[in-house]
């Protein structure tokens, strides 16, 4: 009699070890894709707001904003919308809304500024001050938003 109880308290304390470990498992899984959200906000920010800088720098040289550097705002925006599952991890609500309406302002903004440089291609000849305001009114806007990414990547949670 005394044996079953012993294999009845080894299985007990088996099961409680499996769940502990299991809880454990999970919650430094928790952990590490926490951490790693958070490098993917704050490198993609860091890449937008180099890029804008370098869109900044360029447009009075170059007269346009170049279509590569549009690219590389259009990907980093690609890898946070594809890993925006992971929002859940957050838990400040207000947070992830500023986050993702930053990133669809930034895509919002890149499409536009696309769509700005290809109607300047054909009215360049036509509207040459048109096409210059309409430029210079996306480079501040690009400049808001690296003010933005500032706050983004100041406001982010430690948890």
């Known amino acids: 009699m005394e044996q079953t109880w012993h294999v009845v308290l080894g299985a007990v304390l088996a099961l409680f070890v499996s769940l502990a470990m299991e809880f454990l498992r999970l919650k430094i899984g928790d952990w590490r894709s926490k951490r790693l959200f958070r490098e993917l906000i704050k490198r993609e920010s860091d890449t937008i707001a180099r890029t804008i800088a370098q869109i900044t720098k360029d447009v009075p040289n170059l007269q346009y904003i170049p279509f590569g550097s549009l690219d590389d705002i259009d990907s980093a925006t690609f890898r946070f919308e594809s890993n925006r599952g ?74």
């Open 86 to 159: 992971w929002l859940f991890l957050l838990k400040q609500e207000s947070y992830r809304a500023q986050l993702v309406d930053f990133f669809q302002n930034v895509r919002s903004a890149c499409r536009e500024a696309r769509g700005n440089e290809q109607w300047a291609q054909s009215a360049q000849p036509q509207q040459p001050q048109q096409v210059r305001d309409r430029r210079n009114g996306f480079v501040a806007r690009f400049q808001n938003l690296v003010s933005q990414s500032q706050d983004i990547v100041s406001n982010l949670p430690k948890q």
